[in-house]
């Protein structure tokens, strides 16, 4: 069965950090480029941050370099996306992605 399960999401103030995990089944992890990917209220899901297979890559939006950080534990079947310095404009349900396979999103909120 495949599955992709987030978790971690909360309410933190701004200037503040979450780590978003993303446990998944071996068949859609393995040797698969993993993302994640948001969608705020009232907006189109868009591309957060991705990695390689191996971890040796990492691509990230604009708006997420410098401050996000995705990896992945290739024996947890587990990726990662460690977030800092968090704004209110990251306020989103934040996906994680392998090609056609979605999670069902944690929640992100950012406020003081």
């Known amino acids: 069965q495949v599955q992709l399960v987030e978790s971690g999401g909360g309410l933190v103030q701004p200037g503040g950090s979450l780590r978003l995990s993303c446990a998944a089944s071996?068949?859609?992890?393995?040797?698969?480029?993993m993302r994640w990917f948001r969608q705020a209220p009232g907006k189109e899901r868009e591309f957060v941050a991705s990695?390689?297979?191996?971890?040796?890559?990492?691509n990230y939006a604009n708006s997420a370099k410098g401050r996000f950080t995705i990896s992945r534990d290739n024996a947890k079947n587990t990726v990662y996306l460690h977030m800092n310095s968090l704004k209110p404009e990251d306020t989103a349900v934040y996906y994680c992605?392998?090609?056609?396979?979605w999670g069902q999103g944690t929640q992100v909120t950012v406020s003081s």
């Open positions: 071996a068949s859609v992890f393995s040797g698969y480029t």
């Open positions: 992605n392998q090609v056609k396979y």
């Open positions: 990695i390689t297979w191996n971890g040796n890559s990492a």
